[in-house]
T-cell receptor, first 113, second 112 residues
Framework: SQKIEQNSEALNIQEGKTATLTCNYT??????LQWYRQDPGRGPVFLLL?????KEKRKERLKVTFDTTLKQSLFHITASQPADSATYLC????????????FGAGTRLAVHP | DTAVSQTPKYLVTQMGNDKSIKCEQN?????MYWYKQDSKKFLKIMFS???????INETVPNRFSPKSPDKAHLNLHINSLELGDSAVYFC???????????FGSGTRLTVV
């Protein structure tokens, strides 16, 4: 069955460092991969989308890579700030048909001053 | 102006009751969704409507019935509530395949 895996353990880093989160998937051929941020008690907020034929996407301090051979995406936050502390969710959707997003369980990021 | 709004934010009810959650979006999106987030934080899709037509119906007990009176609204009615229905329910909308979803702030349902 389809599986999306994100580190269940929290990632703790020092302010100013680069945070790198990993999303691995199996039994799936996604056309699009998305990253969301979720704060406690709030809904997920869309950050970035990357297509299967794209290797890398950037937006301000965020960078996403997509390796369809390794079946992996890396999500980087450079110059991290305490305000970046949240849970980050990876989500995949296929090509064809209607856009059904399947989510990973997310990784909690804590940025310490 | 809230883009995707859900009501109520909290819902505490007894087993066996029937309850509804409402969702409205003012983004002009064609597609709306219901997701369930359980205690392990997994977000699982339940239903999706495109322009009032049901397009995704995952393996959900038929006690759950969505209704979309128009493309800006998607409601969720749950009959005979069970303890296992306790979760946070999120409504979302999207316009195109290559756009992210916009989520509401969630409805925390607690069945006692």
């Amino acid at each position: 069955s389809q599986k999306i895996e994100q580190n269940s353990e929290a990632l703790n880093i020092q302010e100013g460092k680069t945070a790198t989160l990993t999303c691995n998937y199996t039994n799936y051929s996604p056309a699009y991969l998305q990253w969301y941020r979720q704060d406690p008690g709030r809904g997920p907020v869309f950050l970035l989308l990357i297509r299967e034929n794209e290797k890398e996407k950037r937006k301000e301090r965020l960078k996403v890579t997509f390796d369809t051979t390794l079946k992996q995406s890396l999500f980087h936050i450079t110059a991290s700030q305490p305000a970046d502390s949240a849970t980050y969710l990876c989500a995949l959707s296929r090509s064809g048909g209607y856009n059904k997003l399947i989510f990973g369980a997310g990784t909690r990021l804590a940025v310490h001053p | 102006d809230t883009a995707v709004s859900q009501t109520p934010k909290y819902l505490v009810t007894q087993m066996g009751n029937d309850k509804s959650i409402k969702c409205e979006q003012n983004l002009g999106h064609d597609t709306m969704y219901w997701y369930k987030q359980d205690s392990k934080k997994f977000l699982k899709i339940m239903f999706s409507y495109n322009n009032k037509e049901l397009i995704i119906n995952e393996t959900v007990p038929n006690r759950f019935s969505p209704k979309s009176p128009d493309k800006a609204h998607l409601n969720l009615h749950i009959n005979s509530l069970e303890l296992g229905d306790s979760a946070v329910y999120f409504c979302a909308s999207s316009q195109a395949r290559e756009e992210g979803y916009t989520f509401g702030s969630g409805t925390r349902l607690t069945v006692v």
